[in-house]
């Protein structure tokens, strides 16, 4: 393990931290008329430690190996919810430390699980910044979901490592030109999303905030009613629109440019995932009634990409509808989008392992080829689904038995660890409910709901295989 190497990788993503820490500083020295807060403070804290680390680190570039991926993936993540929670840590804040970190990580992992009440007596620094770090970290899990994890083989990820080499091929020569055409795409939704908001009656902080949050769905807002603090439909339909644009996969954004639609019209997860949203939609339209159709395509649009706005209390649309909302939370949007859960690429894969297993039963003697689009669905791919799915079962179940035994009720510690797995936010109950922060929580608890948005964020796999002491030996 060249620890050098990673050290001085991540000291770069901790200096540019440290630089994007200065433009909400810079917003509250203008609004404020004080050059010293806590963004300016935790500025200077970041770039000095990312200084040192790269004063100590090796500048060779040495191509990272599988195992140096998964440590360099998990602690870049890590020092960058650690370094972007100090100004929750200063004053004015002075939250504890668990309470900083939680809100660091929440934001990154585009979860939207808040510790903090009072938005609107927050300094506009503070809200920029948390919009800020769930925009900055759904750019991340693009670029981690487009080099990383296809090269360790996560949960069916081979495929869509082809997806993504397909793409680069045939839009640019290299990875890189694709990529810088995938954040182009991503930077252009935000400021039309942004501009679309400010039209229909947002003030322009408000439109710019809840732009970064929507294109992420990540779901945090500048106000503590979030979502219902807007009582204008026009804003609610632009907000659907744009979560759904978020929650498909952006590896396709850039053939809007070059005009290949047959990408888009023969994805395989994108037609799964249009099809699961108006299965549900269709589900509530009878329980719910059709008077509150916006509401309920907005809350499933919502649930389903893991944003986590909440336009109304849809805790009072009976058992049926709150129940189905918190089976669909682990559903996820598309691989390759900024949604978190277990996404409909694996889904896809899925359904058609388990169509060509019925037919088999039916036509025994029959020769039955699972596919993908045009490629077949081999045994490594497969099984690399069901690694995936055995993880999240796994932490799922950990994790919520760790809460039940701190006290928590059942549907607390349930629906609170499956919303933070699956990069939600909101959960149900009366404590974490919709209409509720995590701020009373019990620290043991934020500690273990931190690990699990940052497990369900980076598909586990990179997390967990960091236990094992086969990938410490010298020879692997």
Sequence with gaps: MRFSRIFAINSLMLMGCGLLMLVPALVDAIAQHRWINP??????????????????SSKEQIPLRPKEMFLTTTLMWLLFTTFSAIPFYLPPHNLTLVDAFFESMSGLTGTGATILTNLEEETA?????????????????????????PTLQIGGMQLFATESSALSER?????????????????????????????????????????????STGGFSTHDAGIMYFQKPGIIWILTVFMILGGLPLVLGPHLFYKRWDMIRNNVQIATFIKILCLIILLLIPVVGFDK???????????????????????TWGAFATTLFLFITAFGACTGSTSGGIKMFRFAIIGRILSTK??????????????????????????????????????FMVATLSLAALGLDYLTAFSGVLSCLANVGPALGNIIGPDHTYADLPDTAKWILSFVMLAGRLEFTSIVVLFLPFLWRKNT
């Design 39 to 56: 963004f300016s403070s935790g500025a200077l804290i970041t770039l000095i430690a990312g200084l040192i680390v790269f004063g100590l």
């Design 125 to 149: 620094g503070t809200l920029l910044w948390r919009s800020m770090m769930q925009w900055l970290g759904g750019v991340g899990i693009i670029v981690v979901a487009l080099i990383v994890l």
């Design 171 to 215: 839009i640019n020569p290299t990875m890189r030109q694709s990529i810088r055409d995938i954040l182009v795409y991503f930077v252009l939704l935000s400021i039309l999303c942004a501009f679309c908001l400010w039209l229909a009656g947002m003030t322009p902080f408000d439109a710019i905030n809840h732009a970064m949050t929507t294109l």
């Design 293 to 315: 159709l916006q509401h309920i395509i907005f809350q499933t649009v919502s649930v389903l990409t893991t944003t986590g706005f909440v336009s109304t209390t849809y805790g």
């Design 358 to 395: 019925m037919k088999r039963l039916i036509k025994p003697y029959a020769v039955f080829v699972p596919r993908y689009g045009q490629q077949i669905i081999d045994a490594d791919i497969a099984s690399g689904v069901l690694f995936f799915l055995s993880l999240f079962l796994i932490t």
